[in-house]
């Protein structure tokens, strides 16, 4: 027999990729839930069946569970914290131009839910802050709420990665839940029973620093190999070689070791930031985040100058682009490595004309009049200098390499994402450059 669950009302503020995913989720999962946003076009749009973001297969959950009747769209905030057990906030936290997070979204929220609570809540952050950020939305909550009312803080730290954030969801590594006493430790297990993963409790600061920790962490890696791959180039072997021998062993994994032009996204930098500048506000110089950031920005300028170095003058050159999303599988443009890059070559004079299976629309915003948008991977190819692959899309991994070669005035790919063997390449004819693997030195 089929066990059952408890079922639960519950609120999202915020339904950006974070709330509108994880709030799908928990409909699918059995809740009730309502999703908040004060962006009123983007509740708009949900309500009429549309999907303000690409992820794959949200549409199609979103329609099941708002057909079901256990998902709803509201910019009512009074509303839909009446109507639930819990609050999760899931609003962004940017980056202040300190690197400090900006917390004003969710002060904003926390203010407003102590303003409509007519009786308990357990308030549930989900959006990746700082530790001690917890205790300040308690006393937020205690200083706006006059009616007296008890809540509960929990921290719920969320690790779904954009382009497969409803499987994350639905089967994570580990849910991770900090709370302050058994009562809201009942509760969020009984929230997430219907998923099968290693819950771990903690006290609510620690669940935020196993968030900041752990973004940091696989940031590190990434930069660590990327300045390994630059060893690589710089005395003539393989990163690809070197990364392989290195990720078999068990304690250091195979995964985040991969070379390229480096992380970005709306989590990464904003989170080795804001944990590099609550560690030194807390006291600690956490040195070794300043240099993973640095590292991360020399991987986009060496690119850039192996992009320079292959095509010698770039003023006037046309150069083609694959790829502008900061990964595979979404239309997230917060960021991404491309941005860098591209802006100075087209500072430096470049015609750049771009293809991006997801994120034309989104990139306009970032690069705007700098990128001439092609229609497909080939058409940004026509009588293009170069080709440079940005993100490594499903799309670019068999291209025909002959229409390749023919639409090219000259043979050159520049891969930032190590997606072809050089080998290979070379044999097919082209003069391939790519990370840590031809041994020649900048
Ligand atoms: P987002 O910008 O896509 O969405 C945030 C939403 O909150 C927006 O739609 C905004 O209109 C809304 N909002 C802000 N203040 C509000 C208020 N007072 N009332 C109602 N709505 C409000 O951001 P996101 O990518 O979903 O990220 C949210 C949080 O989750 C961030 O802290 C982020 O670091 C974290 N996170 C993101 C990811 C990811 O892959 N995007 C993964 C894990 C964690």
């Known amino acids: 027999m089929k066990k059952q669950h408890v079922q ?91 690197g400090k997070a900006d917390l004003s979204y969710v002060a904003g929220a926390a203010r407003e839910i102590a303003e409509t609570a007519d009786a308990y809540k357990i308030v549930i952050d989900k ?24 809540f509960d803080i929990v921290s719920n730290p969320e690790f779904l990665r954009e382009g497969t954030a409803i499987h994350d969801f639905l089967n994570p590594d580990r849910i991770v839940i900090g709370v302050e006493n058994k009562r809201a430790e009942k509760f969020m297990k009984e929230l997430y ?16 620093l196993i968030k900041h920790a752990s973004n940091s962490f696989l940031a590190m890696k990434i930069s660590f190999t990327n300045a390994v791959a630059r060893i690589c180039e710089l005395s003539g072997a393989n990163i690809d070689q070197v990364t392989e021998g290195m990720g078999i062993d068990k304690r250091i994994g195979k995964a985040f070791l991969k070379a390229g032009i480096g992380w970005g996204g709306s989590c990464f930098p904003k989170d080795v930031s804001a944990f590099d500048t609550i560690a030194d506000e807390l006291g600690y110089n956490f040195g070794l985040l300043k240099e993973v950031h640095k590292i991360n920005k ?51 004079g470049a015609k750049i004309v771009a293809y991006d299976p997801k994120a034309e629309e989104t990139s306009k915003e970032s690069l705007g009049k ?23 899309w499903e799309e670019f991994k068999n291209p025909d390499w002959e229409k390749v070669r023919s639409s090219l005035t000259n043979p050159i790919v520049i891969d930032g994402r190590n997606m072809f063997e050089p080998d290979e390449m070379e044999k097919k004819g082209f003069v391939y450059h790519s990370i840590g693997r031809n041994g020649k030195s900048h």
């Open 370 to 392: 700098k990128v001439t948008y092609a229609k497909s991977m080939y058409t940004a190819l026509k009588k293009a200098d170069a080709l440079v692959i940005l993100t490594d």
């Open 127 to 150: 959006s990746t802050v700082p530790v001690k950020t917890g205790e300040r939305v308690g006393k937020t909550i205690k200083q706006y709420n006059k009616r007296n009312i008890d």
């Open 8 to 98: 639960h009302n519950i609120a999202f503020i915020g339904a950006g990729y974070v709330g509108l995913v994880s709030g799908v989720c928990m409909a699918e999962i059995g809740h009730n839930v309502i999703l908040v946003d004060n962006n009123k076009e983007k509740i708009a749009k949900l309500k009429k069946g549309g999907i303000p973001i690409f992820e794959p297969g949200l549409e199609d959950l979103v329609k099941k569970n708002v057909k079901a009747k256990r998902l709803s769209f509201t910019t009512d905030i009074k509303q839909a914290v009446q109507k639930s057990d819990a609050i999760f906030i899931a609003v962004n936290t940017p980056p202040l131009a300190n």
């Open 298 to 348: 020399q991987a986009q300028e060496l690119f850039v100058q192996k992009i320079e170095d292959a095509l010698w003058v770039t003023k006037g050159k046309t150069i083609a682009v694959w790829g502008l999303a900061f990964k595979p599988n979404t239309d997230d443009m917060r960021n991404a490595p491309s941005i860098p890059i591209i802006e100075k070559l087209h500072k430096d």
């Open 193 to 208: 029973a219907p998923i099968k993963a290693p819950v771990i409790v903690t006290d609510v600061k620690s669940a935020e």
